[in-house]
């Protein structure tokens, strides 16, 4: 999430001290906070002769050969040894993928409180969306719909977020009228007053 300006005064001090810099990060998630995306210009540097040879995310040997070989091409291999650890699991065609996924998110989610679905294109993430909030709402975790609030996603596309009473969400843009970050969580609550409904997040009062 570092921006131009600070990358090249940390890589100056490092190069004047003959110190090492070691960037971690994720290109394709968070944008930087400051001007432009430093991360993502070295990324795309070093991408064309980098070769993964170690994986420090994980603390499963076979986990990190897998993520190896993957990186290196070879999907099929990476995905046979998820297979013959229980990792994967075949459906056939996309509504009964994610009725199962749903499925298995209610299972996990019983055993482990902070699973978190996650899919590739934004129509699978909405539909997700959907089944969830339904299935919170059937279990009383969630009120009801408040309020649809224009985002933009990931293609930078607009897109209507419907939100409800104990929703959770994660910002991905700073808006500092507001005081809110890039990458801050927040949960919506609803609160009633002669002015009508306001929307909380991060504990502070937005005004809608």
Known sequence: MVGTRNMEAVLTAARDAGAKVVLV???????????????????????????????RCQEVDWQKTAIIVMARGDSEAGMRADAMHDRLELVSGTEAAQERTIEAWR??????????LGTRRNADAADLNREAQALLKQEARLGPDIVALPAIDRADKRADVALAVGD???????????????????????????KGPHRVRSRRRVPP
């Open 107 to 116: 299972e996990l989610r019983q055993a482990y409180s902070e699973d978190v």
């Open 168 to 194: 959770r969400l994660r910002f991905g843009e700073t808006l500092p009228q507001h005081s809110i970050r890039n990458g801050n969580r927040a949960s919506h609550h609803c609160e009633r007053s002669r």
């Open 25 to 55: 990060g994720d290109r394709r998630q968070l944008a930087s906070v400051a001007g432009a995306r430093a991360l993502k210009a070295v990324a795309d540097m070093v991408a064309r002769s980098a070769v993964m040879t170690e994986v």
